[in-house]
């Protein structure tokens, strides 16, 4: 009879809360709670011609659409998971069948505010645009890693799952001072090591940032952190991180990455100035001891804080810019390049920073010297 009430409550919780913006919600006593749903990015681009041989094209895709859920089981101990939708219509599909894949799945222990335990498939703590962020917070629509991937990127060799963020571990992380401070110290490996040549080993991962709270900005105290808060705090972060991975074998040397980033994010009256920057430096990037590349970007925003119509407009710009070290470009037959992106949209948040209508413009310079101009009309949406 208990059983039967149980389920009666949760199917009337998610009828009540299922017209909710945010995840739906099903509280099951005081300590367990269940939050699930959806979120997704729709995408129309006007994409320019790449080569002598291509030609300019609107492409519609849908570049996210997962499903996620949180479970807090007790105080101290809760779950997450969130799998992506993969269609065969989806120009990234992974195969040519229709498919879902795990991309988190973690247990998270709160033994304290200064030190949790997470423990499975997550995001790795590394600089905030190389994937801590939160891709439906992105500041700059189409992301930090359009045009210039492998730069801001999750420096950890082994991806277990269909996304460049995440890698299998587990790591300690905690604030300290109540989120003055904030530290990360992770290790992650999924591979029994072998005498191959290239073989990576254990990869570490660290990760300290500071907030000025004393000056009133408001510490991020979340695993994963946001890249806008749409005018709800103010916030000021200052992060640096280091990762660490050996690899094995001739012609193979120990990676080391180091990344440094800032956000300030404020509130004046009805506007709201968001800055950004971020710098990333791989030495031996995989291994290669030919392979050292360096990473850098400045983006801002200026959001008008108040609804116009159905939601909050906001300017938005951002330039990117990757280099390769010369020994690399050289092996590859690239001439000396920047590859670069030049950006200027338009947010118009509904709800929230995951609920919103963009329009991204990219003047994209590419590794092989390519220049072309994309435009991107983009919907997100997180229910």
Do not use: C
């Not at 995408?43 to 300019?56: F, P, V």
């Not at 033994?111 to 939160?134: C, D, M, T, W």
């Not at 012609?251 to 950004?276: A, C, H, R």
Request: no cysteine; charged share 20%; hydrophobic share 35%.
């Amino acid at each position: 009879m208990k059983k039967g009430l149980l389920v009666a409550g949760a199917v009337f919780s998610l009828g009540i809360l299922a017209e909710s913006a945010k995840a739906v919600t099903v509280r099951v006593n005081e300590e367990q709670v269940l939050k699930f749903g959806f979120r997704g990015i729709i995408d129309a681009t006007l994409k320019d011609k790449r080569s002598d041989g291509d030609t300019s094209d609107i492409v519609f895709s849908h570049r996210e659409a997962r499903i996620y859920a949180k479970y807090r089981l007790n105080k101290i101990i809760s779950f997450g998971f969130q799998a992506m939708l993969w269609s065969a219509k989806n120009l990234d599909a992974p195969g040519p069948e229709d498919s879902i894949e795990v991309i988190d799945s973690f247990i998270n222990l709160a033994f304290a505010p200064e030190f949790n335990v997470i423990a499975g498939s997550y995001k790795v703590p590394f600089e905030r645009h190389s994937g801590l962020q939160s891709g439906w917070t992105v500041l700059f629509p189409t992301g930090p890693a359009y045009g210039v991937k492998g730069f801001f990127t999750n420096p950890v060799a082994h991806k277990p799952f269909r996304s460049g963020s995440r890698s299998a571990g587990l790591t300690f992380w905690g604030n300290i001072a109540d989120g003055m401070f904030k530290y990360y110290v992770g290790v992650f490996d999924t591979d029994d090591e072998t005498k191959t040549d290239g073989e990576p080993k254990t990869a570490f991962s660290i990760r300290v940032q500071f907030t000025p709270t004393m000056m009133g900005y408001k510490p991020e105290k979340g695993y994963v952190l946001k890249n806008t808060y749409v005018g709800k705090k103010d916030v000021l972060t200052i992060g640096i991180s280091y990762a660490n991975q050996d690899f094995r074998g001739n012609g193979y040397d120990t990676q080391d990455s180091l990344g440094i980033d800032l956000m300030w994010e404020q509130k004046f009256g009805t506007l709201v100035p968001n800055i950004q920057i971020g710098y990333v430096q791989h030495n031996n990037y995989g291994g290669d001891k030919t392979d050292d590349r360096t990473g850098w970007l400045i983006q801002g925003q200026l959001l008008y804080d108040q609804k116009v119509f159905l939601g909050k407009p906001a300017l938005v710009v951002r330039y990117m810019q990757g280099k390769y070290d010369d020994t690399y470009a050289r092996n590859e037959g690239y001439r000396e390049n920047k590859p670069n992106v030049l950006g200027i949209g338009v947010n118009y948040f509904i709800k929230g920073s995951a609920n919103r209508i963009s329009l991204a413009i990219d003047n994209i310079t590419d590794t092989n010297n390519k220049d072309y101009t994309d435009v991107t009309l983009s919907i997100f949406y997180n229910f």
